[in-house]
């Protein structure tokens, strides 16, 4: 059974950079898309990018410029670097698996706290 | 626009029909993607494409489309349905996802 294990720091000072971790374990990483959402809380899902097995990357413009998506397939792992955080960038951040069109695997959940 | 329109609650009787709705103009080209989402757990596929449950979705939940509304109907509510429920697209001309602000559903 496919599964998405995540992991990173969990307490950020303003101006750091956040950096999460997310393995594929148990199936493929090829043909699919990989993607962080991340939701503040008692608020919705952001979606923040996605990148694809072969390094094809989209991101949300509204994070564009302080956000990086990379991947390592020979680990099936890939990761979520978010620069100069604020308190703004406090929330659970989620990895998925982007499955034709729909998110049909997620990590159990990463809570990232920004904070002095 | 891309944006989608959730309402922010609904509640239904236990064992009553119930549909959350998701409204906005891309929603004519794309079907609405569904996610159920419990205090403290991560978002859940429940309904995706045309009408496609994943394996382990209870047949009670369905999904609709007219227009440039997305629906998530659940036929005979229980209690265990109590959560809230994002609707989503993917659109495909910039390879973006957005999801609506989500609804809350409460069984009583």
């Known amino acids: 059974q496919v599964q998405l294990q995540q992991w990173g720091a969990g307490l950020l000072k303003p101006s750091e950079t956040l950096s999460l971790t997310c393995a594929v374990y148990g199936g493929s990483f090829s043909g699919y898309y990989w993607n962080w959402i991340r939701q503040p809380p008692g608020k919705g899902l952001e979606w923040i990018g996605e990148i694809s097995h072969s390094g094809d990357i989209q991101y949300n413009p509204s994070l564009k410029s302080r956000v990086a998506i990379s991947l390592d397939t020979s680990k099936n792992q890939f990761f979520l670097n978010l620069t100069s955080v604020t308190a703004a960038d406090t929330a659970m951040y989620y990895c998925a698996r982007d499955n034709y069109g729909h998110l049909d695997l997620w990590g159990q959940g990463t809570l990232v706290t920004v904070s002095s | 626009s891309s944006e989608l329109t959730q309402d922010p609650a609904v509640s239904v009787a236990l064992g009553q029909t119930v549909r959350v709705t998701c409204q906005g103009d891309?929603?004519?080209?794309?079907?609405a993607t569904w996610y159920q989402q419990k205090p403290g757990q991560a978002p859940l596929l429940v309904v995706y494409?045309?009408?496609n449950r994943p394996s382990g979705i209870p047949d009670r939940f369905s999904g609709s489309s007219s227009g440039h509304t997305g629906s998530l109907t659940i036929t005979g509510a229980q209690a265990e349905d109590e959560a809230d429920y994002y609707c989503s697209y993917r659109d495909s001309r910039t390879n973006h996802w957005v999801f609506g602000g989500g609804t809350r559903l409460t069984v009583l």
């Open positions: 891309s929603l004519r080209d794309y079907y």
């Open positions: 494409g045309k009408n």
